[in-house]
DNA sequence: TTGGTTTGGGACATTGATGTCTCATTTGAG
DNA sequence: CTCAAATGAGACATCAATGTCCCAAACCAA
């Protein structure tokens, strides 16, 4: 078992560590220590070295946006819906998000699972779905669709960080451009608000 | 002047830099110089310093990009074929462009500049001219375009750098991404082949 | 060939991050 | 309150990258 105080200590060491190194990934050991208000001794006890702390931040922050693809159901319903709560939920997870895949060497091997649960399993599995049901262009590889998916979530939570776009618009900006491009809307084929 | 023996190892070593730390950005010097073939000795007589490299890579870089942008006469035809020969031009600076916008932090400045050729500016023309000609959505910001224009673009060379698109299919995947969304093609509105 | 230029490799000092350790202090559960 | 757990600060050795310097060898033009 755990102690209450080691506990809440090692996930705020996690999640500053994934916040800092999102920002700066040459970021030092002693920066994440000052984000997460400790020691930089604490934090070495609690992580050995730099590749523990890595993996366990990629590892945590994966599960965090997991959970919150999973609660999406993304399985569920029309799938123009379901993409569309699939995008709100990577959102969410955006700070973590932006530390997973800001360095791709970071994630390796994790894609790699067949799982039935992982992320990538089920995203690809809305897709392929939407496709069959003609909702989805079918003559795009599934894996290029996952790629622009990330692709653009990705540049949303960034522009948010920026001030490019509202904190509370990326989502919609980002299903916006996945659904219509950048073409103007000619007819109410969107939303009804 | 500068003798042409120098001028040409000068340009391997820019040629290096960018290739290597678009893979890895935390590479070694070492690294960089094997890449060039040449010795770290040399390179250091070359740019004294790493920041000194790194800064002459991006204005190498940049050069290039901004170089075949400007060959695309965006400013030029209907903004639908301009954006196409936009994209082509940018996917053909691929290597540079990974470089250039692997690490937002390497940029500092360069978007800055408020020349009239910049890059960024000419892009912000480009989309500008097409919203006001009715061909881009009005209702997205033009800084939310450039962006997602980059993502894609970004992607769509990484992408084919992993094998999941055909080299030569990278333009038209994102010119189609960017035009349509995932949408199905439901009218021929597209292109006439 | 000759002489200046350019290069590669190695020796060297420096620097900053890292990881280990100790010890005094604070915290928190009982 | 009391004691064990947890922490923070700092000293310390280590290590890899960096930047400087030098010299012998390769190169190139005259």
């Known amino acids: 078992m755990e102690s209450g105080t080691r506990s809440r200590t090692r996930r705020a060491i996690l999640g500053a560590a994934?916040?800092?190194l999102?920002?700066?990934r040459a970021a030092t050991l002693?920066?994440?220590?000052?984000?997460?208000q400790v020691g930089r001794s604490t934090l070495h006890r609690y992580f050995p070295d730099r590749d523990v702390l890595v993996e366990a931040a990629v590892?945590?922050?994966y599960l965090v946006i997991q959970q919150s693809i999973q609660d999406a159901a993304v399985d569920e319903g029309p799938p123009l819906a379901a993409l569309r709560r699939l995008v709100t939920a990577m959102v969410d997870a955006g700070d973590r998000l932006l530390f997973l895949y800001g360095d791709s060497s970071v994630l390796e091997g994790y894609e790699a699972g067949d799982e039935p649960d992982s992320v990538a399993q089920m995203m690809a599995?809305?897709?392929?779905?939407?496709?069959?049901e003609g909702v989805f262009d079918p003559d795009l590889a599934v894996q290029w669709i996952q790629d622009t998916l990330w692709a653009l979530v990705y540049t949303g939570c960034d522009s948010a960080g920026r001030g490019v776009l509202p904190?509370?618009?990326?989502a919609t900006?980002?299903?916006r451009m996945l659904?219509?491009?950048?073409r103007v809307q000619s007819r109410g084929d969107v939303e009804s608000k």
């Open 173 to 175: 900006a980002v299903i």
């Open 59 to 61: 590892a945590d922050a």
């Open 167 to 170: 904190r509370h618009g990326v």
């Open 22 to 24: 999102a920002r700066d």
């Open 18 to 20: 994934a916040e800092v």
């Open 179 to 182: 659904e219509n491009g950048i």
């Open 30 to 36: 002693a920066d994440i220590a000052r984000a997460a």
């Open 125 to 132: 599995d809305l897709i392929k779905r939407g496709q069959a």
